[in-house]
Structure formats: C-alpha cells, structure tokens
C-alpha cells in the first residue's frame, strides 16, 4: 500500500510540476468562452446545447496530456528501474491511473460552474454536469492512459492516441451527455458501468502493454 | 545479503528475428563477479536484461537469488529534481533509509551535488547518480552496463571501490564493458563465442 502512494505520489508531483494540472481547466474554460462566439449569444440554444459542448470539452482534455503519461518514463527508464524491483506493472498503472484521475478529474469540475455560467445553463444542469463528470472522468482518464500505454513507443504517438482514443470514447460521451436530459438515471446507470469496466481492465491490459512494448 | 545466487542455464536470446546468442550458462556464488566481452551487437545489454528479467529468455533458465538493482545508460531520474530528491524516490521504493542514500551519495562522492537539478548534471555526475542509486538500493545482484562510460579516473576508483565492497559483503555483479573495470577475477563470458550463425526459421 505504502509502495502504491510512493508511487501516486510521485506521479502527481510529475503533473504538478510540469503544469499539466491547469491545462484541462484552461482548456474547457476557454472552449467554453469561444462557443457563445460561434453559435451566437441566444440564451435559450446556449443553455440547451451548453451540457453536451462541456461533455466534448472534457473528453478532449483528457487527450491532453496524454503523450506525457507514460511515453517519457519508458525512453528514460523509468519504468524498467521499478520493474526490476519486482514491483508489477499492473501496480504501476493503477498508480499512474488514479494520480492522472486526480490531475484532471477534481480540476475539470472546479472549472464547470465557471464554464456552466458562460453558457447560461441553469443550477440543475450543472448539478448533473457535475455528477456525471465524477462518474465519467474515471473513465475518462482511464481511457487516456490504455492509449498512452499502447502507443508508448511510436512516433507522433499524440496524434494516434487521439485517433485510437475517440471512437472508443463515444459511448462515454453519449451516457454523459445523456445524463443532462434523463430523468429516469438509465444515462447515469450506463455511464457508471463502463467508467466501472474501463477502470478494472486498464491497469491489466496497460500493465500487458507496457510489457509487451519492453521487447 | 547472504545467499544470493545468479545462475544461466543454457540461455539464448533472440531479437528482432535474429538469434544473438545461444547456450550461455554462468553460475555466480556469493562474491562472484562476470564480465560480459565481445564487439557492439553482439548481444551484451541484452543479456543484462535477460539476468534483470526485463527480456525473457528464448531458450534456456535463469535463475536469481536475491533482489536485482540494474544500472544501464537511462538515467531514470525526474530531471527537474535536485539530484537527492530524485534519488531519495528510489532510496523509498528500495526500502532504503536515508542514512543508506547518504552513504550511497558519499560513495559517488555526489553530497557537494546534492542540491543541484538533474538536469544540470554533466555526463560523468549522471553516471555516478545512477551508480549512487544501485548502491542505496541493497540489492545482491549488480548488473552494470558500461559502468565505467563517462566516468574519470577518480570516478572510476570510486566505482571500484563500491564494487570490491559489494563483492566482499557477499554481493553478485555482472558487467559489460568495454574498459578495463578493476573487476577481481571475473568469469569472463566473450559473448562472440556463442554467436548462432544459421539463421532462424520465422515462427
């Protein structure tokens, strides 16, 4: 236990350092201050469209800082030094998972209210912007970073993580997005269910690929 | 440190469709020591690897007795973090206590660094940090390549001296290099010998 904080810590410090904790706050409030720019000033298409334009704002600032997670560890080292203590690479992939989740999770929401007020969405939109954001951006950062392990050693790795990681964050955007106009919670409940799937299956399919990627 | 035990049993390694080597045994007791010979590419950083378990072999056993501590040219320090910070990471995950790192940063003759950020660090002083970071760690196995690159003379006593420590307190090392290492007696392995010529059929 001790081990994983040792790492999660060590990670956090990574993102702090390298400023990596502001950039998906900036990254929606600025996407949120341009869409009234683009779709005009109409208080009532704001309000109505606003949920689902934050969904896709968070969605792709989860691809941010994805080059950053895993790539620079492998080319220095990093991961074969914790690896040759024995320590598993599943162990490093949760810590890597829950330290990114904290990174651009918990920030995202602080920047909701903010952004919910730019596009006129009322209290209880952003009451359901902000739960479904804590369910959803566990899947979301595990999603980043399963891609960040697959593409760990390729060139222009960024731009192929994106491509890799959209099509399969479409569900996540539906739930999410759908959680805004549901009264009976199905969206909530569906969301909920893969955030559950994605977060059990990346340190394991992460921790094969960093493996697999040694070789 | 006692018991520590690094045995190969017939082991190959093939990379990239292309087998390297085949049939290297070695069997290091404790305070046995192995230098890894031969011209570039000839398989000598794979074979560290194979002994760390970071490459599985493609034929053959290996066997270890003891925690492994791997010392090769990536530095794996946070470049942005004075040089103990850094180090004191891995002096952690190593269970290691902070009079040990102190030690293990005496021994490289790295204190007056201590505060300086990784990333200042000539090539010669990243060298002796990651030699500082295998000594903290207390682990039996030693597994050096090219331990002895960048360092200067006085470095490279220094380098001599943890290694003859090492061996004395019932330590294991392999090392590959190309300079002479004040290795006492080693088990040379010239790893040309073992060279497989006839090419492998793709599976």
Redesign the interface.
């Known amino acids: 236990m001790t081990l994983l904080w040792l790492l999660i810590g060590r990670d956090l410090r990574q993102a702090w350092t390298s400023a990596g904790l502001w950039l998906p706050v900036a990254f929606l409030l600025l996407v949120a201050s341009l869409y009234p720019f683009a779709v005009g000033p109409d208080a009532a298409l704001l309000a109505r469209t606003g949920g689902g334009m934050i969904w896709i704002a968070a969605l792709l600032a989860s691809l941010l800082p994805v080059d950053r997670l895993i790539a620079p560890d492998a080319q220095n080292g990093v991961l074969d030094q914790i690896a040759v203590r024995g320590i598993g690479e599943e162990t490093v992939v949760l810590a890597r998972l829950v330290a990114h989740w904290i990174g651009f999770g918990p920030p995202l929401m602080v920047a909701t209210p903010p952004a919910a007020a730019l596009l006129k969405l009322s209290a209880e939109t952003i009451l359901r912007l902000e739960i479904g954001l804590l369910v959803g951006t566990p899947a979301l950062a595990a999603l980043g970073l399963l891609v960040a392990t697959l593409t760990a050693g390729l060139r222009s790795s960024g731009a192929l993580a994106g491509l890799l990681a959209l099509p399969l964050a479409v569900p996540l955007l539906i739930f999410g997005a759908g959680t805004l106009g549901d009264g009976s919670g199905a969206a909530l409940k569906f969301l909920a269910a893969s955030s559950l799937l994605l977060v059990a299956i990346t340190p394991f399919a992460g921790g094969a690929a960093i493996r697999t990627g040694r070789e | 440190m006692s018991g520590a035990a690094l045995r190969l049993d017939g082991v190959a390694c093939l990379r990239g469709g292309r087998m390297l080597f085949r049939g290297v045994d070695l069997s290091l007791e404790p305070g046995g020591d192995a230098l890894l010979a031969g011209p570039n590419g000839v398989g000598k950083s794979s074979l560290l690897r194979i002994c ?5 072999a493609f034929a053959g056993r290996v066997e270890r007795r003891g ?4 010392c ?1 040219e ?3 320090l ?1 470049s ?1 973090l004075a040089l103990r910070t850094a180090l004191a ?2 002096a ?3 269970g290691a206590t902070s009079a040990q790192l102190d030690a293990a940063i005496d021994a490289m003759a790295l204190g007056p660094l201590s505060s300086v950020p990784v990333r200042m660090l000539s090539t010669g002083q990243r060298k002796r940090a990651m030699l500082a970071r295998l000594i903290a ?1 207390d682990a039996a196995i030693w597994l050096l390549d090219e331990p002895g690159n960048g360092l200067d003379t006085a470095s490279l006593d220094l380098l001599g001296h943890a290694v003859n420590r090492h061996l004395a307190a019932g330590g294991i090392v392999v090392a590959a290099s190309h300079q002479p290492l004040p290795l006492a007696a080693p088990v040379t392995i010239a790893l040309d010998e073992y060279r497989a010529d006839d090419p492998v059929e793709p599976a």
């Open positions: 760390a378990g970071l490459l599985p925690g492994v501590a791997l090769d990536r530095l794996a946070d942005n990471f891995w952690e995950l190593d760690s």
